[in-house]
Structure formats: structure tokens, C-alpha cells
């Protein structure tokens, strides 16, 4: 890809960032350094401490005065979102700023109140690279446990998962047996793991539904778009022709079929390129640079299905029984998000009645829901992006 291609599909991968989840995924196989958090250290000199996904090649440091300041490039470098430069003040510290300086460096300037002779070095820190400044100023001992992180708390977001009670209103599901409805259970559960999600920090749940309503297979998926999920899980109970049929699955998207939908999406998101891609739109590339845009995307947002249905699957296992072993992958409507993670559990199968009475149990619902909860939170302490609660208590 030539580099108006290069910049597209940054462009895509950024309105991608909707996905968080996703975009972390693939800024991974990027060139880039990312600074992600900051600390300033009074120790017997002032040391400025930066986190960096790995050591930034070439970086450079050099002092100016008329006013007293550090210069720090940091070549191939970008900084993270969530970093709020303002906070950053103290003792012979009197400012910070950054900036992109030609083109690809990332340039910081720290404000002095009194001349430094910085020296500094990189160490290597838990996922990555720590580069040290040692400002060979005195530190102030009162100032010992200052530690400013610029990446403050309130500037850091939750990670939203979207719950999907399967059917709903006109549309009941499977029918037991017993006359169960696959809706009213496939909502009880629900709540259950919403109950649960919303009780972990750094995780933010949303209910597709939350009564007993028809929601049309589309809208869920353009409900979780407009909430920003990061993730997607739907949620049923199905009948299978075989009554002996018993146990839970997972589902990931499979991809037989999924370029018309996948199509049929980019053709509403070119309509809002304007809002969207920025400067750059997609309108001037061919429609064939179009689709490996979108299979990129789609590919990735697959693997990502798949690993954390790993991560659910493993946690069901200890619920009961699973009905495959691995993750399972169909063309399901409401899992053809091309950028957001989903999954759908089918979480036991109603047309068994030893499963049905289970389902109908409070106690089965909430182990349902715990294995859910637990499967999704392995995953995303895993592949929390950078700005998330969640990334920054991995530390
Ligand atoms: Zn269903």
C-alpha cells in the first residue's frame, strides 16, 4: 500500500478507536512508540519518569534558557489520548507541553524555574520501555511522594460491554418444553451479568433491551455502536431438534458471507465520512483498497471474537456441561459488527428439559452470568487499551 493508503487506513483504524479494543489490536503492529503515562520522582534530583510501549529509538535531549527549559524528541513517538499536560507542576517544575515537531517527532517541553543538566536512560518496565530523566536538580524530600501522573484518573474511560438478551416481544425464541420462553430467560440473565459488570470498576455495561421489547437484529448492532461498545455478547437459549441436545455454546462471527453485510456498512459510514474519517475519506480510494480496509478490519475484530470466547467458553466449562469444545463460528446477523468484538452464548439449550427447569433456576442464571462476567473480565484485563480504567490498573 502506497502512502495516501497508509494514511486511509490509519484514518480507518482511528474511526475504528470506537473499538478501543480493536484498535489496540492492531496499533501493536504499528511503528509507533506511545507514551502512555508520566511521573515525576523527587528523589535526591528531580526524576521525570515516561512510560513507552517500547524505547523510542534516537531520542534526544537538550536544554534551552530565556526561560530555563528541557527539551525531550522522541522520534516515531505519539502520545496517548488521555494525557493532560496542565497537571503536570511542581517544585523546580513549572510546566509541560508537547507537541508533534516535524511531522514525526514527538517533542516535550518541560518548563524549569532553575538551569538542569539532564542525563537519561531507558530500563525496561512491566509491557515496555521506561525512559528516566534525571533533571540533576535537587529534589525537594518534602515533595517524596509526590507522583504526578498526568494520565489522571477522571481522564481515563470505562470499558463498555453490551448485553444482548436475545428476542423479545413479538419474538419469544424457543419455546420448552415446559413452555418456557427463550426471551424471558435469555433477560433474566442478562440483568444478571449487567448487575455484575456494572459492579466492576473500570467496566461499563449497557443493556441492548432491558424489558420485554422486539428489538430488529440490525438495530442491536447500531444500539451498541451508538453506546460505543467495545465489546458485544448476545445472549440465548435455543432449541435444538434433538431433545438430548445439552450444554453451553459460543459462537464467533464466521466470515462466509459477511462481505455484503461488511459492504453494506462501509456504504453508511461513507456517507458520514465527512464527520468521520477527517481530512482523508475513503471516496478517493478503489473500491478494491475499500474491501482490504474492511477485511483488515473485520479480520482482526474476528480474532478478537475468538479469543475472548476462549476466555467464556473456559469459565462455562465450569459451569456444566459445553455442547463443543471450542468456539463455534455461524453467521449471525447480530455478530456482524465489523469493528466491534461479539460474541453469542447459548447458554444451555431449552429444548432439554433437564436444561429447561435449570434455566428457569435463579441459581443456574446467576452461574451463567458469573462465568460470563469472569470470561469477559480475563479477556479485557488482557486487552485493555491504552486510556481505559482497566489498562491503567494493570499498570
Ligand atoms: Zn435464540
Known amino acids: ?24 489490536h492492531i496499533v501493536k503492529a504499528e511503528t509507533d512508540v506511545t507514551l502512555s503515562g508520566f511521573r515525576m520522582v523527587q528523589q535526591d534530583n528531580v526524576m521525570l519518569h515516561f512510560d513507552l510501549d517500547r524505547a523510542a529509538d534516537g531520542a534526544k535531549l537538550f536544554t534551552l534558557s530565556d526561560p530555563d527549559r528541557l527539551v525531550i524528541d522522541l522520534p516515531n513517538t505519539r502520545m496517548a489520548e488521555s494525557i493532560q499536560p496542565q497537571q503536570f507542576t511542581q517544585g523546580a ?12 517527532k514527538l517533542r516535550l517541553v518541560i518548563d524549569l524555574n532553575r538551569p538542569a543538566s539532564p542525563s537519561f536512560r531507558f530500563i525496561p518496565r512491566q ?6 530523566v534525571d533533571l540533576g536538580v535537587k529534589g525537594n524530600p518534602e515533595l517524596m511522594d509526590y507522583k504526578a501522573r498526568i494520565t489522571e484518573r477522571s481522564a481515563l474511560r470505562d470499558i463498555v460491554v453490551a448485553i444482548d438478551a436475545g428476542h423479545g416481544g413479538k419474538d419469544p425464541g424457543a419455546i420448552g418444553q415446559r413452555k418456557s420462553r427463550e426471551k424471558d430467560i435469555t433477560l433474566k440473565v442478562a440483568q444478571r451479568l449487567y448487575k455484575r459488570l456494572a459492579k466492576q470498576q473500570g467496566v461499563k455495561p449497557v443493556m441492548i433491551r432491558n424489558d420485554d421489547t422486539y428489538v430488529p437484529l440490525r438495530e442491536r448492532i447500531r444500539i451498541a455502536r451508538t453506546k460505543n461498545a467495545d465489546l458485544f455478547v448476545s445472549i440465548h437459549a435455543d432449541a435444538f431438534k434433538r431433545k438430548a441436545a445439552h ?7 464466521s466470515l462466509k458471507g459477511a462481505s455484503s453485510e461488511a459492504a453494506a456498512w462501509l456504504a453508511q459510514k461513507e456517507n ?8 482523508v475519506a475513503l471516496d478517493g480510494l478503489s473500491e478494491d483498497l475499500k474491501q482490504t480496509l474492511l477485511d483488515l478490519a473485520q479480520n482482526t475484530t474476528l480474532e478478537a471474537s475468538l479469543e475472548v470466547g476462549d476466555d467464556v ?11 463443543k469444545p471450542s468456539v463455534e463460528q455461524a453467521n449471525f446477523a447480530v455478530l456482524k459488527s465489523p469493528d466491534i468484538p461479539s460474541l453469542l452464548v447459548e447458554t444451555a439449550f431449552i429444548s432439554n428439559l433437564q436444561e429447561e427447569k435449570k434455566l428457569n433456576s435463579p441459581a443456574f442464571q446467576d ?8 470470561g469477559i473480565t480475563t479477556y479485557l484485563r488482557r486487552r485493555a487499551p491504552e486510556g481505559t480504567i482497566l489498562h491503567a490498573m494493570r499498570g
Open 93 to 104: 517544575v513549572k510546566g509541560f507541553r508537547f507537541g508533534m515537531h516535524e511531522g514525526e
Open 367 to 374: 452461574r451463567l452470568a458469573v462465568a460470563m462476567q469472569k
Open 127 to 132: 509491557g515496555g520501555q521506561r525512559l528516566i
Open 247 to 253: 450444554g453451553s455454546s459460543v459462537y464467533a462471527l
Open 272 to 279: 458520514e465520512s465527512d464527520v468521520l474519517f477527517g481530512d
Open 1 to 24: 500500500m502506497g502512502n495516501s493508503a497508509d494514511i486511509a487506513r490509519r484514518r480507518l483504524l482511528q474511526l475504528l478507536g470506537g473499538s478501543a479494543l480493536l484498535s489496540a
Open 313 to 323: 467458553l473456559s469459565e462455562l466449562k465450569k459451569v456444566g456441561a459445553v455442547h
